[in-house]
């Protein structure tokens, strides 16, 4: 039995998407939390514990774009033509997001208002409309003659609205846990308090979805429900409530600082799981396989040895950089 270049390119495509929805998560949710903290100090405090890894987090969002693009041209195409709106305002609100970033901590006090809501809104706009992307995927798109056949405005719909809210919520209680682990009193009291609203909102956000999924889509109820996938397959929403109720329960342990982050990271990591089991083996639902949208071999190959070079060396220098990074972030030390 030969290597099967796709499912490589698939499963390294998914690693990026991933490491990108965990590291990028939480300080695009630190942008949405600011309405919660009108402290000076304590906003300072907030960028400055993601202000050393941010701009690397991109890296991953690189990684997956490109990858798609080379291992898989026809799902690369259909997607951006039929998500140019979405993934047009999503680039934008990370531009903004980035400016406002570098900005705040340059600008005068009468300017900082201003900065500190373009890091909010962008960093809202682009969380709403990666939501919005993913709604889409589980949506499906329509495709004749190996070419998009819907219209501009076809992933406009209240289920990837809604899928946009929740991912919203999502990135916003990854970004509350990971204060919780990097923040002091009195900030560290309130993102405790902040998680675990927002924690309650995510597992009815994770409820809504897992029902109205299998609901509009027969065939991901097929796969859900049906014997004998249900029991291979349950575990999944056995250990969302699990690492649920374990991370209501270390929010409220004032001794527990890095735990309410990985159990976050759990959660995000079984949602996420929950779609790729969803779509499976589909890189274009319904109906395109990702063995369809592969580019030929020769290609994937080529590219694969560029992978396996670069990804060992971003893996790294993540490591050391969020290593060297480590411990509680105080007041008045940062990025100036």
């Given amino acids: 039995m030969g290597i099967d270049l796709s499912v490589i390119w698939f499963v390294i495509i998914v690693f990026a998407t991933l490491m990108y929805i965990v590291m990028d998560g939480f300080d695009l949710g630190i942008g949405i939390l600011f309405p919660f903290v009108r402290d000076a100090e304590d906003r300072d405090v907030m960028v400055n514990s993601v202000a050393p890894v941010w701009d690397g987090n991109e890296t991953w969002l690189v990684l997956g774009g490109a990858g798609l693009f080379g291992a898989f041209p026809l799902a690369y195409a259909v ?3 039929a998500l140019t709106i979405p993934l047009t305002l999503m680039l934008i609100g990370l531009i903004f997001r980035g400016v406002a970033f570098e900005f705040r901590f340059k600008a005068t006090p009468s300017h900082r208002p201003f900065w500190d809501n373009a890091f909010l809104g962008g960093s809202i706009l682009a969380t709403f409309c990666q939501g919005v992307v993913v709604g889409a995927v589980l949506n499906g798109f329509p495709v004749a003659n190996r070419a998009y056949a819907g219209g501009p405005f076809d992933w406009l719909t209240p289920f990837t609205l809604f899928c946009g809210v929740g991912l919203v919520i999502a990135y916003a209680l990854l970004g509350a846990a990971w204060l ?6 009195p900030l560290l009291g309130r993102m405790r308090r902040v998680s675990r609203t927002l924690l309650l909102a ?8 897992s029902l109205w999924t299998p609901l ?9 429900f049906s014997l004998p996938n249900l029991w291979f397959l349950l575990p999944v929403p056995v250990l969302t409530l699990a690492l649920g109720f374990w991370l209501w329960k270390g929010l409220a342990n004032p001794q527990m600082h890095a735990l309410p982050f990985v159990l976050t990271l759990g959660l995000i990591f079984l949602g996420f799981s929950g779609l790729g089991i969803s779509i499976w083996p589909h890189i274009i639902p319904p109906d395109i396989t990702l063995w369809q949208a592969a580019a030929p071999a020769q290609s994937q190959g080529f590219m694969l040895v560029g992978a396996l070079l670069i990804i060992p060396i971003i893996l790294v220098y993540t490591f050391w950089s969020y290593y060297v990074f480590r411990g509680k972030v105080q007041h008045g030390e940062g990025y100036h």
């Fill in 202 to 209: 995510m597992l009815a956000v994770i409820a809504v979805i």
């Fill in 180 to 185: 919780v682990m990097k923040s002091e009193a």
């Fill in 79 to 81: 997607i951006i033509d």
């Fill in 216 to 224: 509009a889509h027969p065939a991901i109820a097929s796969r859900w």
